[in-house]
């Protein structure tokens, strides 16, 4: 008895069932029965068929649609992973964008306008600087695929940073205007014709001299490249911290503070 009341339908259609043949074998087993019955017969195979197939028509729309859920969840996933792709898209056009600006920004700061003169820039993080000494060299991680070469001159949006003094695929060396062996030429950027030169030092900032004596330097004055030697002229090498009169060679020496702070120095451009 339980087990018909939890399987109703299933009980239902088996009592019908059992009618239904309980009529025909009563129908034969009289010949032919009369119209009556064998059309009450017909009535309820047909009746019986009709539910039975409308049963069956049932579970194959759910199937159907269980088949139609996979194919419209499938194409859910197809659509993420094509907005994830959009995303991505989009978001490096930004960083190229961004990195535009970065770089007329850093021409307007400079005053050497790199885009009019044809100058391709190629933007690298630094991968690798040892601060335990300052020894003024570092990696990047761009290299010979992108066209990155011996001699390049490396900058960022402060100034000028270094050169490229060995490069790989994938890699670069970069020595910068701090290192012990570095030597760049200068010029006052409030005077032009006011010259000097200064070198790396072991203290991670740089010291040189004015090349005339008589030279009005003071605190405070930038210097720039002057374009004389291995970097063009225009780039930002940083501030005149101090000055000093030494009266055995009669020549005014200078301390620079760098424009670039090269313990937070994470981004960089090659020239090419």
Do not use: C
């Amino acid at each position: 008895m339980r087990w018909i009341r939890e399987h109703k339908l299933i009980a239902a259609l088996i009592s019908l069932l059992l009618v239904l043949v309980i009529i025909f074998v009563v129908s034969m087993s009289s010949g032919q029965g009369n119209n009556s019955l064998t059309d009450a017969v017909n009535q309820g195979t047909t009746g019986v068929s009709g539910f039975l197939a409308n049963v069956g028509n049932g579970i194959k729309d759910n199937i159907a649609g269980l088949f139609s859920h996979g194919k419209m969840q499938d194409r859910i996933e197809e659509l993420e992973a094509e907005n994830e792709k959009l995303k991505r898209e989009l978001s490096e056009t930004k960083l190229e964008e961004s990195q535009l600006e970065q770089l007329k920004e850093l021409s307007a700061l400079l005053g050497y306008d790199y885009i009019k003169q044809g100058h391709k820039v190629v933007t690298a993080d630094v991968t690798l600087n040892d601060k335990s000494t300052w020894t003024g060299t570092f990696i990047i991680d761009r290299g010979t695929e992108a066209g990155i070469s011996v001699g390049k001159i490396v900058i960022n949006g402060s100034g000028l940073v270094g050169k490229i003094t060995a490069a790989g695929e994938g890699w670069a060396k970069v020595t910068s205007v701090i290192d012990s062996g570095s030597n760049v030429s200068f010029k006052l950027s409030r005077n032009g014709s006011q010259l000097g030169v200064v070198s790396g030092n072991s203290k991670g900032s740089l010291s040189g001299y004015m090349l005339d004596n008589e030279s009005t330097v003071t605190e405070g004055d930038i210097i720039l490249t002057s374009g004389m030697g291995t970097f063009p002229a225009g780039l930002e090498i940083g501030s005149v911290r101090s000055i000093t009169n030494n009266s055995n060679t009669l020549i005014k020496e200078i301390t620079v503070e760098p424009a670039v702070d090269f313990n937070s120095l994470r981004k960089v451009s090659v020239i090419l």
